[in-house]
């Protein structure tokens, strides 16, 4: 909800030829059989990574729909979505709990076995730091690309995307229902 609010709310403010870019994640393929419209706030059952999955899928959905109502009233502005890649921060801890994770910023000493010891390296080689995972926000926010509109990047590429992340009806759907839950009307 907090990209669909804040960006309504922003909306009257953005100038002619504007961008709003959303990150999303590659993660969004956690739901690759698209969102279960009865459980967007896991009612039903709640899963980190699913619950994870789920919120990246809605920000593609919200940023294609987003797309194809300005495209139709003609106002010149672009929404585009991306994934940052595997990035170096503290994310980790939302998903796999406070009490197992350490603060990679931290100077407290980390609790771990030996294969997470193991594992350590290998994690740090195959993620970014913090600044290259900002590179295709930076870029794609700095007019970069051209027809970019309603399309998904990663490492400043046109990324393709599978179906349940081209749902146009589940896109409009979970509009409407983001207006209701948010308590926004998203006008354009």
Not at 61 to 86: W, Y
Request: aromatic letters at 8%; proline letters at 3%; a neutral charge.
């Amino acid at each position: 909800m907090g990209h669909f609010a804040l960006t309504s709310l922003m909306f009257p403010l953005l100038n002619k030829g504007a961008r709003v870019v959303n990150v999303s994640s590659a993660a969004h393929m956690i739901v690759a059989n698209g969102l279960d419209m009865d459980n967007l706030n896991a009612e039903k059952e709640y899963k980190p990574w699913d619950a994870y999955g789920r919120s990246k899928m809605e920000n593609i959905l919200f940023t294609k729909e987003l797309q194809r109502r300005v495209d139709e009233a003609g106002v010149d502005v672009t929404a585009v979505s991306l994934h940052p890649g595997a990035v170096r921060t503290d994310l980790a801890r939302y998903i796999i709990g406070e009490d197992k994770f350490v603060s990679m910023n931290s100077n407290e000493k980390p609790k771990i076995d030996a294969a997470a010891l193991v594992a350590l390296p290998v994690g740090v080689y195959f993620t970014k730091a913090v600044d290259r995972g900002a590179s295709s926000q930076i870029w794609l926010s700095s007019f970069q690309g051209d027809s970019v509109g309603g399309k998904f990047f990663q490492n400043m590429k046109e990324v393709k995307l599978g179906p349940a992340a081209c749902d146009m009806v589940k896109a409009k759907q979970l509009w409407e229902i983001s207006e209701k839950l948010s308590g926004v009307e998203f006008k354009i």
